[in-house]
Structure formats: C-alpha cells, structure tokens
Nanobody
C-alpha cells in the first residue's frame, strides 16, 4: 500500500522559512513524480512544485519560483520542500502527491495537473503571519 505522510508545517512570520517533508512508502520503483499542492480557504488548489524521482527534473510555479526549493532523497524515500521568504499569501494546507512519471505533463503544459497524481497525503497546515 502506497502512503504519503507530510510533516513540517506550522506558524511562521513573514520572511521566515519552513521545510516540509513528504515521506513515501510502498512504492515499487523510483519512477514517480512527487508534487506539492496547496489550497487556501476559498481558493482553488494550486500546484506549487514537483520533482521526478527518476531524473530529478523539477518544476516551480511562478508564485514560488526563487523562494521554494524541492529536493529528493531516494535513500530515505522522502521529498522536501524548502520554503524561504514566506509571505502571508503562502498560507494554505500543503499536500504531497505522487504519480507515475510517464503520465506527468507538467513540462509540456507548464503547470501541474492534480488528476495526474494517484496518491495523496493528508496535508499539513502552513500559516504565515504578517
């Protein structure tokens, strides 16, 4: 059974940093794209960043480019999202998700598509105070 478990959320002041972790278990291979999505109250879900666990290719939404860094530790089956320069508009529940590399179109479409991710974590709250 595939499981994703997020951790690392919390309350931080504007300008601060947090590191989210997504620990994965049950995967048969390392041919997955792992992505971070976020959803703020009253807003649509947004794909923030993703990484291919097979070749390390990354994607960042314009809203976080230059502030967030995604990385992968295959030995630990964990994907990290380092968030620096946090702003109040980054406040949201952050979800980790995973889907097969073969069906991921982010580098063609230019944005992340939630339906391409088969497995989802429970989410972790990130709150940035002004």
């Amino acid at each position: 059974e595939v499981r994703l478990a997020e951790s690392g959320g919390g309350l931080v002041q504007a300008g601060g940093s947090l590191r989210l972790s997504c620990a994965a278990s049950g995967f048969a291979s390392h041919d997955y794209t792992v992505g971070w999505f976020r959803q703020a109250p009253g807003k649509e879900r947004e794909g923030v960043s993703c990484i291919s666990t097979s070749d390390g290719t990354t994607y960042y939404a314009d809203s976080v480019k230059g502030r967030f860094t995604i990385s992968n530790d295959n030995a630990k089956n964990t994907v990290y999202l380092q968030m620096n320069g946090l702003m109040p508009e980054d406040t949201a529940v952050y979800y980790c998700a995973a889907g097969n590399d073969l069906y991921n179109t982010v580098h063609v479409m230019g944005y992340m598509i939630g339906s391409e991710y088969d497995y989802w974590g429970q989410g972790t709250q990130v709150t940035v105070s002004s």
